[in-house]
Antibody, heavy 117, light 107 residues
Framework: EVQLLESGGGLVQPGGSLRLSCAAS????????MIWVRQAPGKGLEWVSS????????YYADFVKGRFTISRDNSKNTLYLQMNSLRAEDTAIYYC??????????WGQGTLVTVSS | EIVLTQSPATLSLSPGERATLSCRAS??????LAWYQQKPGQAPRLLIH???NRATGIPARFSGSGSGTDFTLTISSLEPEDFAVYYC?????????FGQGTKVEIK
């Protein structure tokens, strides 16, 4: 059974940093691209970042470019999102997801990031 | 960036009625569009991919159509569990983008 378990969310002050993790199991992690998607409270879904199977290809939404870094450790079956210079508008539930045939059909339960003083 | 505009924002219908949701892209995405359903407190669920292909386990009452810039998700006869928010997503270009969502609520 495919499982994705996010962790690392919490309360952080504006300008601070957090690192999110997504532990994967039930599939061969190293053969799938992965993504992060976020959802602010009461708002819609936003694609944040994608990473290729080896980590060599990464893509970012403009609103996180230069502040967030996506990475992966295939030996640990884990996806990461390093978030720096956090802003109030980054407050959201962050989901990791795995594609099948290019479309994201397995999602974690999400981890809540709150940026507030 | 490709902007996806969904309409209407809210659809008020009764169980058994037909729901028609629209997603319009600011430029062609060919057939690289998917539809997701999200219920409160849950992660999104993939319904339709490549514009018209039902994902695994999705009931036949859900269907998708369109290509280029105009897409439609149709729910032929609403079941109580179908009242939720629906999003479209394009993967034709970077950055990937979602529509702002359509809420299907009980009338």
């Amino acid at each position: 059974e495919v499982q994705l378990l996010e962790s690392g969310g919490g309360l952080v002050q504006p300008g601070g940093s957090l690192r999110l993790s997504c532990a994967a199991s039930g599939f061969t992690f190293s053969t799938y691209a992965m993504i992060w998607v976020r959802q602010a409270p009461g708002k819609g879904l936003e694609w944040v970042s994608s990473i290729g199977v080896s980590g060599g290809s990464t893509y970012y939404a403009d609103f996180v470019k230069g502040r967030f870094t996506i990475s992966r450790d295939n030996s640990k079956n884990t996806l990461y999102l390093q978030m720096n210079s956090l802003r109030a508008e980054d407050t959201a539930i962050y989901y990791c997801a795995r594609p099948s045939n290019g479309w994201y059909d397995y999602w974690g339960q999400g981890t809540l990031v709150t940026v507030s003083s | 960036e490709i902007v996806l505009t969904q309409s209407p924002a809210t659809l008020s219908l009764s169980p058994g009625e037909r729901a028609t949701l629209s997603c319009r892209a600011s430029q062609s995405v060919s057939s690289s569009l998917a539809w997701y359903q999200q219920k409160p407190g849950q992660a999104p669920r993939l319904l339709i991919h490549d514009a018209s292909n039902r994902a695994t386990g999705i009931p036949a009452r859900f269907s998708g159509s369109g290509s280029g810039t105009d897409f439609t998700l149709t729910i032929s006869s609403l079941e109580p569990e179908d009242f939720a928010v629906y999003y479209c997503l394009q993967r034709s270009n970077w950055p990937r983008t979602f529509g702002q969502g359509t809420k299907v609520e009980i009338k």
